[in-house]
C-alpha cells in the first residue's frame, strides 16, 4: 500500500503560477503509476495529468496541455504538478492517486490510493 499526502495548493490570481506535491509513503514508489485529478465544486472528478511509473510517458487533460506540468522523483517518492497561467476554472480541489500497475491510464477509477486533496483558487 502507499499514502499519499499532497501540498501546495492555494490563493492565486489570474496567470500566476503554482506547483503542488504529493509525497508517498513506502518504498516501491517507483512501481506506481501516479496522476493528478481535480474536482470543481458541484462537478465530478477529472483527470488532469498522469505518468507512467518510468517518467519517460505523460498524460495531459486537453485543459492542461501546455500550462500544467506533471513530473516524479523516485528518490524522493514524490510526484509533482506545475500550474503555469492558471485561470479561474482551474479552481478546485486537486488529488493526487496512484495505481500499481505497468501501463499508465487517465481514468479515475482505475487508481486504487488516494491523497486527501489540497484546494487551488485561482481569482480573476
Known amino acids: 500500500q502507499v499514502q499519499l499526502v499532497e501540498s501546495g495548493g492555494g490563493l492565486v490570481q489570474g496567470g500566476g503560477s503554482l506547483r503542488l506535491s504529493c509525497a508517498a509513503s513506502?518504498?516501491?514508489?517507483?512501481?506506481?503509476?501516479m496522476g493528478w485529478f481535480r474536482q470543481a465544486q458541484g462537478k465530478e472528478r477529472e483527470f488532469v495529468a498522469a505518468?507512467?511509473?518510468?517518467?519517460?510517458?505523460?498524460y495531459y487533460a486537453d485543459s492542461a496541455k501546455g500550462r500544467f506540468t506533471i513530473s516524479r522523483d523516485d528518490a524522493k517518492n514524490t510526484v509533482y504538478l506545475q500550474m503555469n497561467s492558471l485561470k479561474p476554472e482551474d479552481t478546485a480541489v486537486y488529488y493526487c492517486?496512484?495505481?500499481?500497475?505497468?501501463?499508465?491510464?487517465?481514468?479515475?477509477?482505475?487508481?486504487?490510493?488516494w491523497g486527501q486533496g489540497t484546494q487551488v483558487t485561482v481569482s480573476s
Open positions: 505518468i507512467s511509473r518510468s517518467g519517460i510517458s505523460t
Open positions: 513506502g518504498r516501491t514508489f517507483s512501481s506506481y503509476v
Open positions: 492517486a496512484g495505481r500499481r500497475a505497468d501501463w499508465t491510464t487517465i481514468q479515475v477509477d482505475r487508481y486504487d490510493y
